[in-house]
């Protein structure tokens, strides 16, 4: 059959050359970049296995390994509304990565009879990458895979991880925009230009930001932003753009300034002057500034929430309706001030999961707003249909008031990337806000103090010993150690603490937050401590 080809065929082109297991995790698959080939391959024939069982929608392939260094790589599957793909087809993306050469043809057949997939409908794949130079080579065997199972493929090249969610739910629903870059941008950019006509820059809001690219895709993306702008509407200075001998999130991007909680290099040191920082694939974003002693401060993702969640209200208000309520997603590592504000400052309800974008998004889809954010800087708002609808009925019939309000939060909801986490949307977000609110970053940051807090990981014989229960928040196993942490967090007021295992490395990764950097750090020890 045909099929026998398309299997000699991966047999000497994408040979599978490692033994080493490799599963489907929070992220897709993850590791060194030569441990992909054959994997990426495969991802392609499950990509069109997955299409065609959608009935001939667009599946989505993501080449990256978003703020890992440029050694690593990666693939996930974007499923056809633009999101992550369905945590049942994990397992299947798993057992085909992993079979032989010899059993990937009997694997394929099983699992196409087992999701009942037509194999004689069309199926089409878009195809995004990073800019790693490992990623040219994965997106090659991508394409080929899919055309193996006589799929369409098409290849986007290089762009965030975001963008590539938005081209595939573009695709599949085109009142949501076109799926091309350039519709991503009149899309995004145009909704921020428009709200800025009735925002002008009030208080003490700069539009002076500066960008930490991480040298990877992100930063190359603005550039193209940057073009759209006056200096009036947004003035942007990018910095670590992936020139020759930059290297991807080396000592910069979001994923550095969060855990290292120091700044990103190369970017002159201007105290009080706002920066962003995004991470190697653009689906992260934190801001930072340092001040006149040279101290940095950290806007995280915990900040962005409610600094987007807030403004949203606001607007609400102003619409006069109480038929849409928001509410706001959090993991375990939100930090405690943050979750306090909500509640008692801003009021409004707030919900914690487990780590990892599917988790956040789909809690989120179950208000009529939901605001999701881990504090990494990954996270977007997204509207249900009811809200879309009660706003832009506000914009075409309310009284002049109400009406204003609802005009600018239909902007705000058109500048949003809702498929996924986006640093370039979520940027032009806050930069609104800001503005709208007349803020610097100093004033932003008074909002609320946060506790200090530490990140720190272990490396154990097993990490899957550890079990978690309420979001993360509690080991569940092995017996006794939540009791130990219980202990250990008692010492410290305001302390909290937890452990779990990770996702993405054999690693345990454990935080604490308390009143002073010196019993954060303290606790977080122990806790490994107690871990080990
Ligand atoms: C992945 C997740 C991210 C999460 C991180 C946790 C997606 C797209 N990305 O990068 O949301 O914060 O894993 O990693 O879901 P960990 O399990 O190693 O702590
Ligand atoms: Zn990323």
Avoid at 322 to 339: C, H, M
Wanted: with cysteine; proline share 4%.
């Amino acid at each position: 059959s045909s099929l026998r080809v398309v299997y000699a065929f991966a047999r000497e082109m994408h040979p599978k050359t490692t033994d080493v297991f490799i599963q489907y995790g929070t992220a897709g698959f993850r590791t060194k970049a030569i441990l992909l080939e054959h994997v990426v391959y495969r991802m392609g024939l499950l990509a069109v296995i997955r299409s065609r069982v959608k009935n001939g929608r667009t599946i989505g392939m993501m080449i990256t390994a978003s703020h890992n260094l440029e050694p690593d790589n990666g693939v996930k599957l974007v499923d056809p509304d633009g999101e992550m793909l369905e945590e049942e087809w994990e397992a299947h993306a798993t057992k085909l990565a992993n079979v032989s050469d010899n059993d990937l043809e009997a694997t394929t057949m099983e699992i196409i009879q087992e999701v009942k997939a037509d194999m004689t409908l069309k199926a089409s794949v878009f195809i995004g990458m990073d800019t790693r130079y490992t990623s040219p080579r994965l997106a090659a065997a991508a394409a080929n895979g899919v055309i193996a199972l006589k799929g369409t493929p098409k290849e986007f090249g290089i762009v965030t991880t975001p963008m590539l969610h938005f081209f595939v739910k573009c695709r599949n629903d085109n009142s949501y925009g076109t799926p091309t870059e350039e519709g991503y941008y009149e899309k995004i950019i145009g909704a921020y230009k428009n709200m800025r006509k009735s925002l002008p820059t009030k208080g003490d809001y700069s539009p002076c930001l500066y960008v930490d690219g991480a040298n990877g895709v992100g930063g190359k993306k603005l550039k193209n932003v940057k073009k759209n702008f006056d200096e009036e509407e947004l003035e942007l200075h990018l910095f670590n753009l992936g020139g020759s001998g930059e290297k991807l999130n080396l000592g910069c991007g979001a994923d550095h300034v969060k855990v290292t909680q120091t700044p990103a290099k190369g970017i002159p040191s201007t105290p009080y002057q706002r920066i962003a920082s995004l991470d190697g694939d653009g689906d992260r974003l934190v801001y930072y500034y340092t001040d006149d002693k040279d101290k940095m401060h950290l806007l995280d993702g915990d900040r962005i929430a409610t600094l987007l969640a807030s403004y949203i209200t606001e607007l609400l208000q102003r619409c006069e309706t109480t038929e849409v309520q928001l509410g706001i997603v959090q993991t375990a590592y939100a930090n405690g001030a943050s979750t306090k504000y909500i509640t008692d400052t801003l009021k409004i309800p707030v919900q914690c999961v487990k780590t990892g974008v599917k988790h956040l998004h789909s809690a989120a889809h179950k208000y009529d707003i939901g605001v999701y954010f881990e504090a990494n800087g990954h996270g977007t708002v997204l509207y249900s249909s009811k809200a879309k609808n009660v706003i832009s009925r506000i914009a075409r019939e309310g009284d002049p008031e109400p009406r204003e309000a609802a005009k600018l939060l239909s902007q705000f909801i058109e500048m949003t990337n809702e498929t996924v986490g986006d640093a370039i949307s979520d940027l032009l977000l806050v930069e609104t806000v800001l503005c709208a609110r007349g803020i610097s970053a100093l004033q932003w940051m008074q909002l609320y103090t946060d506790l200090p807090c530490r990140q720190l990981k272990v490396t154990v014989a097993d990490r899957n010993a550890i079990q978690t229960t309420d979001a993360e928040r509690q080991c569940t196993s092995p017996e006794g150690l939540q009791q130990r942490i219980n202990e250990l967090v008692a010492k410290y007021p305001s302390g909290r603490a937890f452990a779990r295992p990770s996702g993405t490395e054999d690693i345990v990764r454990v935080y604490a937050e308390a009143e002073s950097q010196l019993e954060a750090d303290t606790l977080a020890a122990e806790v490994c401590q107690a871990v080990f």
